[in-house]
């Protein structure tokens, strides 16, 4: 393990000084130095995305990202995507199609998606299908999910 | 942010649920006739009565604001019961849905209703909500109309305002009447706790021709904190004084820890290990610490005698192993005779595998050995048994342990939720601090409690006009329950088999149900024992729907292939001999919405060269409630891939609370069951479970998933709602197993349906 150092990092437009390992992922510090719990362990192997956050715009699975490498970097988490005064599509999109039940994977996908749309937001149903790849959900909400992203996505494209 | 609890937040919750948001306690005074009475003599008491099945107000508060407050012994894991109970205790008090908050599994706040078990959080738990909140109705009522001076049969209850017929303006509320006490009123109980736990007064709940609120879709109310990242889970609970911990597993199953080498971890400020018999872990201040000391900690094993078969013996094991116990319920005529008085004799048997319940996120529990209750914060479906469980595994008096229910990562029955309780016990006994405890994935994976793997044999016998004569189905399996579902006991955890406490398996698996109306017939069990007898990563318990989708599987595929041996359309078959009309009534609507077309066997090669198509049916009864699901495939004869494309749903489980919540459970359950069937297998050698992350535990991803689930609900308003939190998970195996062999002629006997197996299979031509 490497010796603490102090670094300041960008996350949702604010800045945090903290003391950390710069080994250490990105989602400890986010979860335990700054607070932010909608980033969650779900694999620790970049297998599942609960972990998602963006980096420069870019959805990256903060439990294989060190946090020393997204120094002076922008990370956007799931509470900086939007608010429900100030929703994201997205989030829109998932609180009216009721997708999640448990929970605890939704931030992968949301913020998976968002990067996705962001980019380019008239996708095809199959194209929307085989983007979100790589992220799971073990209550079995598929269905709801692209319903929901197919909403959004409609929405950003108009 | 970054939020501490302390124990007594809980308290002050519930006391701010009682006097509603600031000091609203006699904003409503001035628009009552009553008010003046309502001084000459208070109701209900100022202090609430001990937390009771007989105490009314163990269930329902009314504050002083109106709102009220339901107190549920059970959970929800997005499944929407919340929403249905405050609907149905909406109703009975006739008060607006929107003033109605269910507050669930908190052993502090509920009487033990039984946690989430067996999908009879509607069935049982709303059952008795219903009757107690129609009581608080009567009591209330009858207040109202001593206070009012008339008889309680002339008053009318509208959104919590109880006033005279044919004189509105004379009137009082609940929150006049209640003015922030208790109702301090006694129930008549039944004794029992769990599920079965029942309580009632002199009310009789409203007939469902008077139901205004109940059989409405109201949305979920915990959706959009998931959605916008403000819901805390109980990885998120965060203590004062609270330490990290992680425990370390035997590297091979039956290995004990001859050495541990406390010096590995020293480079790591403050991380310490605690080994306690079998039990060992490492402990930081840090999260990432103790991450790190559980990376570095070197053990010396003592490894045990290779427990385990082969995977691929696993079933051989299963057939030739002993049996420790067996049962036949269902015997009815004589199959024997029958059998061989038949023109013709139909024999299969089918496999199925253990099963991960892989929760999204390894299990999380934080433990406050040293406060007053000792405070447990659990993901487990059941903190009421989880909390008598950590007061076991300490050796402290019933009552001394409040557990509080807080999201988990998913849950699906028996996960690994109650293990991390009892592992952040121990510790927390131990450190004298409040300790947090996370599993990394291989403990949600590798290390929970599985789903039993089974053989299904069966036997039908048909006689020369093409009767189904004879019907036997017989399961050899491993226990359902090593490990039982509730974790009340040591023996049924992972700490307590650490610390030496015997593992004793329920014995039991379970016949299907016996919805076919064949002449002969006998349905039954035999199970084995397990492959070890403590602390075993295949240590089976209960996995949403126990048992119902390896049963399914095979019973489902078996009825097909008696049709069509009988020279019957599998629809055709299954509207013959199914016994009960609602039944067929849904094996009919699920033909009809599906587009069903008549055919015996398969109708193999419909689609195109590469892409076969088929079309096949389940049908299942599971706690009262009756689901006939037809699935449509596609399969890719060159990847071997099984896209199931559509799911038609027909589903009926009486009256419906919340049609809206029902489909979207429905959605869920299916989802669910898909990945099962075509993906989950735990794979293990001799010496431990191989399956440790979703690399080496796939299931279903967003390409795979279906594109359309249509679901028809019959609603049967003057039929008791039934449970539908499992239920239609169960015939999702069968029906794909069959859409398979309609597409392909080919049966595959053995789950799940991997991509490897489809190849393998269509290549020999066989299942």
Known sequence: ?158 | MNKMISPKDFEISRRGLLQGAGALVVSAAGSTVASGKAKAKAFGAKVKPPLHPTELDSFIAVGADGRVTAFFGKMDMGQGVDVAISQIVAEELDVAYEKVTTVMSDTGTSVNQGGASGSFAIKRGGHAMRFIAAEARRVLVEEAARRLGVKASSLAVDDGVVSVKGNPRKKITYAEILRGNYFDHKLKWNKKLGNRLFSSGKAKPKSYKEYKVVGKPFPRVDVAGKVFGTTDFVTDVKVPGMVHARVIHPDKAGARAKSVDASSIKHIKGARVVHKKDFLAVVADTEWDAIQAADSLKVDWTPGKKPFSKQEDLYDHIRKAPVVKAETKVKKGDVDAALKGAAKVVEAEYEFPFQSHASMGPACAVVDATSDPVMLWTGSQKSHYTAEGVERILKLKPGSVRGVWVPGPGSYGRNDAGDAAMQAAVLSKELGKPVRVQGMRHEGTAWDPKNPASVHMCRAGIDAQGNVIAYEFMSKAFDRQDVRSNESKPRDNLAGQALGVKLKPRKFFREPEDIYDIPSRRLGWKVIPPFLDRYSPLRTSHLRDPIGPQIHFAADQFHDEVAEAAGMDPVEYRLKYLKNPRDRHLVKLAAEKSGWQKRVGSNKGQGGKTTLTGRGIGYALRSGCRIAIVADVEVDTRSGKIWARKFTVAHDLGLIINPDGLVRCIHGNVGMALSRILYEEVNFDEEMVTSVDWATYPIVESPDAPEEIDVILVNRPEKAPQGAGEGSTRPVSGAVANAFYDATGVRLRRAPLTPERVKAALAAGRG
């Open chain 1, 1 to 158: 393990m490497a010796k603490p150092q102090r670094m300041r990092l960008n996350v949702n437009g604010g800045h945090h000084t903290i003391t950390v390992d710069p080994d250490m992922p990105l989602l400890y510090a986010l979860r335990n130095d700054i607070g932010l719990n909608n980033p969650h362990f779900g694999c620790g192997l970049a297998q599942c995305g609960a972990c998602t956050v963006h980096v420069n715009g870019k959805a990256t699975r903060s439990c294989v990202t060190t946090v020393g490498s997204v120094r002076g970097k922008k990370i956007v988490t799931l509470t900086g995507l939007g608010t429900p005064e100030k929703p994201h599509p997205l989030q829109t999109a998932f609180v009216e199609e009721q997708v999640p039940q448990c929970g605890y994977c939704v931030n992968g996908w949301i913020m998976t998606a968002a990067e996705m749309l962001n980019k380019n937001p008239r996708l095809s149903d199959r194209q929307i299908r085989a983007g979100l790849k790589g992220l799971k959900c073990r209550c079995g909400t598929h269905y709801a999910i692209h319903k929901a992203v197919k909403r959004a996505a409609k929405a950003m494209a108009s």
